[in-house]
Structure formats: C-alpha cells, structure tokens
C-alpha cells in the first residue's frame, strides 16, 4: 500500500470479525480510504484475547452492536497520512494503545485520561483490532523492540493494565501483599510485585491457576474452593513463611468477584491499601465501620496512562513468563471457535492468540 500525500483518497479493503450480536460473528471486506494526518494505516498481525471480549461475546457488556472486537493487538505501519512521518513509521512493528479519551474533562485535565468521563475503547464501545487492517491515530502507536516477539507484543496491554494496578497501590519493598485471582491480570502484577521488591501471596478458586502463580513470583499460593472464606491475614502470612504479626498491608483485586472484595477488605491489614482492578456489574456490600476504622486505601484501576511502552519492556525481560500465558492459538479465520474456547476451557485458557495472517 503507497501513501498518498495529496490528492484523492486512496481506498484499500480490510477484513474484518464483525459481531453482530451474542455468539454472532461474521468475516466481512471493508473499504478504508488512506490515513489524513495524525493517522496511519496498521497491517494488524497479532491479537490477544481476555475475559472482556467473552463478555461482548456473550452479550454481558455495555457494548453497541454490531461491533468489531480485540483491542490487544499488534502489527506493522503499513503507511501514514503526514509525509514528514513516513521514514520514521512505515515499516515498524507497533502495539496499538486502544483507549481514547476527549482531553477536557476533570480526569484528563489532571493526566487521568484512562478514566475520561467519556473514554472509549476499540473494540469494547466502537470497532477494533479484529480486523487485516486499521486506521488509528499515530499517537496511539507504541513501537516494539527488537528483544520482543510478535506473537507476544500485543500483551503488552493487559502487562499496562496490571502495571497501572500495581502504581495505585503504591507498593514498598519488604511488605507482604495478597493477590485475588491468578489470571492474566492477576499473573502478571504478581510480577510487578515481586520486580518492587514485595511478597506476594497468591489466591484462586482453581489449584491449577493458583500454583501457576509461582512462575510469576508468587512466594506461596492458595487454592480456595468457590464460596469459601478468604485465608485470614493469619493463614496469608503463615504461607509466605512469617509469623502471624506480619501485616498484609496491601490486597489486589483481580477477579472481579464481590466476595473477593468484601474478603480483600477483611484480610487487609489496618492502615493497608486494596486496589480493585478486577471488573463485575455486580453490586457489593462492603463493611462501612471497617473502612473507617481500620483507615482504608480503597482504590479502583482501570486502563492505564502511558504504560504500554513499559509493559513491552516487562515482556522484553520475561518472555518465558509471558509466552506461558498464550494456552491457545487460532487463525483469523476461526475467530468464532477462539471465542468460545475463552468459555468452554476456562480452567486452562490463559491468553487466546489470534494470528491475523496475511492481509487481503
């Protein structure tokens, strides 16, 4: 594809997995006109999935329909609207940032755009990056290095959204923390932890899920039955090999769950932080006299700002780790069968990893 500087728009055609609706998906050829200025043209590759994408899938999200989904993607410039960019652009491997977000509001004003009171993402609110081609804007594009693969560059998004996690809880080296759900997310702030210098204790309701933990840094896990308690601050410590005294003194939310969160606030140590990354529509009752009294940090983490460039230097340095996480691979054409096996295997599916192949 050649960019055109001037003149008329050039029309190239792009295939894409439109989701019509629930469990609906069809492969459909689009016309896109070349990039104007500030925009490019990206030949997407690669394209991870997570549980976000089940819920579109299954109609669970706040999401239009029809809807292109994916917005963990990776691919290579394929052109750019501004001239002045070309040699700098065309040509480089590049993970696209999916959040926009409107720059005015109180959030964006003060450097929180991942939670702009009117932020969007591809592939959740409008069309993604399940898709040969897409025009994104060039300030979305984060390039990749050399030292990471293809295949595992786009869960350098998910590696931003735990990294995000982690900085909201503002983790000081030698505590010991309590991480809820050993998912992706989960996983890979289990990793950041550790990289800060803190202990990290693991929990989920699968045994497999949990003792997988451990590639990551987990110093001990704990597999609890679904609808059983939390371990008590007590047992935490005991498994992280200290005595009964030592403090928890900060709970990562990962799983979505309402009894996760109602447990993170009793296991929390007083004066202790609990940032819930974890997602649900779910109401929840929480202890208000606890919060009070034990002077909680209760603190939400959505997106994040401007870490994407630093989750592909976490992938750079851990690739075993991460290649770990992609359990299953399908082609573009089989896009229908990835989504589904995010709900029928979800004891062992980690990452689903679509190939793009080559683009038509």
Request: proline share 6%.
């Amino acid at each position: 594809m050649t960019n055109i500087a001037a003149g008329a728009p050039q029309v190239t055609t792009s295939r894409v997995a439109r989701t019509g609706g629930p469990g609906r998906l069809t492969l459909e050829d689009r016309k896109i006109a070349s990039p104007h200025n500030g925009e490019a043209v990206v030949r997407v590759e690669n394209v991870t999935l997570c549980g976000t994408d089940l819920h579109i899938w299954e109609g669970e999200y706040l999401n239009p329909f029809p809807i292109v989904q994916g917005h963990e993607a990776a691919g290579i410039v394929e052109s750019v609207g501004d001239p002045a960019d070309a040699s700098s652009l065309t040509g480089t491997r590049v993970v696209i940032s999916p959040v926009r977000s409107c720059g005015d509001c109180h959030a964006c004003r003060t450097g929180r755009e991942n939670v702009c009171e009117r932020v969007s993402v591809l592939g959740c609110y409008e069309d993604g990056t399940l898709a040969t081609r897409v025009v994104v804007p060039v300030s979305a594009l984060h390039q990749v290095p050399d030292a990471v693969p293809s295949e595992l560059a786009p869960l350098s998004e998910p590696a931003s959204i735990a990294l995000q996690a982690v900085r909201r809880g503002r983790p000081v080296a030698g505590e010991l923390a309590l991480v809820l759900g050993c998912g992706p997310i989960g996983l890979i702030t289990i990793m950041a932890l550790r990289r800060a210098g803190v202990d990290v204790v693991a929990v989920d309701t699968v045994e497999e899920r949990a003792r997988f933990a451990e590639r990551f840094g987990a110093v001990a896990t704990i597999a609890v039955a679904p609808g059983q308690r939390c371990p008590s601050h007590e047992e935490v410590a005991a498994a992280a090999g200290s005595g009964p005294t030592r403090a928890v003194s900060l709970v990562i939310e990962a799983t979505g769950s309402p009894a996760a969160l109602a447990s993170a606030i009793d296991v929390v140590s007083h004066a202790g932080r609990v940032v819930i990354v974890g997602i649900s529509d779910q109401d929840v009752t929480l202890p208000h006299r606890t919060i009070a009294f034990k002077e909680l940090d209760v603190l939400g983490s959505r997106n994040s700002v401007g870490l994407i460039p630093d989750g592909l230097g976490l992938i750079a340095q851990n690739q075993a780790a991460f290649s770990s996480l992609i359990t299953h691979r399908f082609p573009f054409e089989e896009t229908a069968d990835a989504l589904r096996t995010l709900r029928t295997d979800t004891a062992h599916v980690r990452k689903v990893l679509i190939s793009m192949g080559a683009s038509v």
